[in-house]
């Protein structure tokens, strides 16, 4: 594993109980495990991230993602949600949020169960979180999804912030030091 004999010293910050890898750090720290480690592992640090009580919960932050994506990524990122929590449910919401949300519902009241960039670069983040609330609930590997997903666009990783940025580096130090 090449990538982690490049980022030893990196990793070693985040590793163990005594952890210290200080604010200022832990951007460049990130990009430069992003650079050399594998998706996976970028992934598995997301995963806890996005399940730790030192962060927003995972909808706010799946929200905040949505925001901050290019329309191919907020389509990705809709297209996994409704296959977890199902098209009816997201139809329903999308349909209480009104504007392009009901064209949308529309759609997926259809038989539509894949959306493009187009469609969906107007549906508000409030909706993507409820919709992320929920397809949580019904099936809780969606977390896991969404983090191989986002782990492929690290630039993104980044905008949930230093706490998040910190949880997910020290998974992916745990990953490799077994602390």
């Known amino acids: 594993m090449e990538w982690l004999n490049q980022l030893g010293g990196v990793l070693q910050r985040y590793s163990g109980s005594g952890a210290n890898p200080g604010a200022d750090n832990v951007d460049s720290d990130f990009d430069q495990v992003a650079r050399s480690a594998p998706n996976s592992a970028i ?13 927003p919960p995972f909808e706010q932050m799946v929200g905040n993602l949505f925001s ?30 009104g504007g392009s949300g009901m064209d949308i519902s529309r759609l997926l009241s259809s038989g539509q169960t894949q959306l493009q960039p187009e469609q ?14 929920h397809a949580e609930k019904s099936n809780p590997t969606i977390v ?23 949880v997910a580096m020290a998974k992916i130090a745990e990953r490799q030091y077994g602390n």
């Open 144 to 166: 896991d999804q969404i983090s191989g997903f986002y782990a492929e666009h690290p630039t993104l990783i980044k905008t949930l912030g230093g706490a998040a940025l910190t």
């Open 68 to 97: 901050r994506s290019g329309g191919q990524q907020q389509a990705g990122l809709l297209n996994t949600l409704i296959a977890a929590a199902g098209p009816a449910i997201v139809s329903q919401i999308l349909a209480r949020k």
């Open 120 to 133: 969906v670069q107007q549906i508000p983040p409030d909706a993507v979180q409820e919709i992320a609330a």
């Open 43 to 55: 992934a598995d640090g997301l995963t806890a991230a996005f399940r730790s009580d030192q962060t």
